[in-house]
C-alpha cells in the first residue's frame, strides 16, 4: 500500500508508519510517484489537487496502473471548483468515464443516470472491466 503525498504532515506519517508499516510513504507528485509504482493495483483512492485539469490527469494516470476487475476511487465529487470555470473535480470524473466508457462497468444503480458509483460523503468509485 502507499501513501502519496508531495508535502509530507510529520504526525500523519510518524503515525501512518508505526500504526501500518506495510505502508509505503512516497513524498512525491502523484506524476513522479506513478512512474515507480507497478501496474497491477487492487485500487486507487485519488484526493488530491481539486482542479479540473489535475484531477483529470490524476484519473488518467492511476487508471492505467489497477488491474481488470480492480477499483478506481476518489473523494471530493461534489467539489464545485472555480465558479467562473465550472471546471470540478465532478467534472473531470464524468469526462474521464464519458472517454472511457467501455472499460467500466455500468454504475450499481443506473436509474441515477450517473457514469459512476457514488457515496453520500462524496466519495465517487468505478471498478475496471474484467474481461
Same mark, same amino acid.
Given at each position: 500500500?502507499?501513501?502519496?503525498?508531495? /508535502?509530507?504532515?510529520?504526525?500523519?506519517?510518524? $503515525?501512518?508508519?508505526?500504526?501500518?508499516?506495510?505502508?509505503?510513504?512516497?513524498?512525491?507528485?502523484?506524476?513522479? !510517484?506513478?512512474?515507480?509504482?507497478?501496474?497491477?493495483?487492487?485500487?486507487?483512492?485519488?484526493?488530491?489537487?481539486?482542479?479540473?485539469?489535475?484531477?483529470?490527469?490524476?484519473?488518467? /494516470? $492511476?487508471?492505467?496502473?489497477?488491474?481488470?476487475?480492480?477499483?478506481?476511487?476518489?473523494?471530493?465529487?461534489? $467539489?464545485?471548483?472555480?465558479?467562473?470555470?465550472?471546471r470540478s473535480v465532478?467534472? !473531470?470524473?464524468?469526462?474521464?468515464?464519458?472517454?472511457?466508457?467501455?472499460?467500466?462497468?455500468?454504475?450499481?444503480?443506473?436509474?441515477?443516470?450517473?457514469?459512476?458509483?457514488?457515496?453520500?460523503?462524496?466519495?465517487w468509485w468505478q471498478?475496471?472491466?474484467?474481461?
Open positions: 500500500m502507499y501513501n502519496l503525498d508531495m /508535502i509530507p504532515k510529520n504526525f500523519f506519517y510518524y $503515525w501512518t508508519g508505526k500504526r501500518f508499516p506495510f505502508v509505503k510513504i512516497i513524498k512525491k507528485t502523484s506524476l513522479d !510517484a506513478s512512474k515507480s509504482i507497478n501496474n497491477e493495483l487492487d485500487f486507487v483512492f485519488i484526493d488530491g489537487d481539486h482542479d479540473y485539469e489535475h484531477v483529470l490527469q490524476d484519473i488518467e /494516470i $492511476w487508471s492505467k496502473k489497477i488491474k481488470k476487475g480492480g477499483l478506481i476511487i476518489g473523494h471530493d465529487y461534489t $467539489w464545485n471548483g472555480d465558479k467562473k470555470t465550472k465532478c467534472n !473531470a470524473v464524468n469526462d474521464f468515464f464519458k472517454k472511457n466508457k467501455m472499460d467500466y462497468y455500468e454504475p450499481i444503480d443506473p436509474k441515477r443516470n450517473d457514469l459512476i458509483n457514488r457515496s453520500h460523503d462524496r466519495i471498478q475496471k472491466q474484467s474481461n
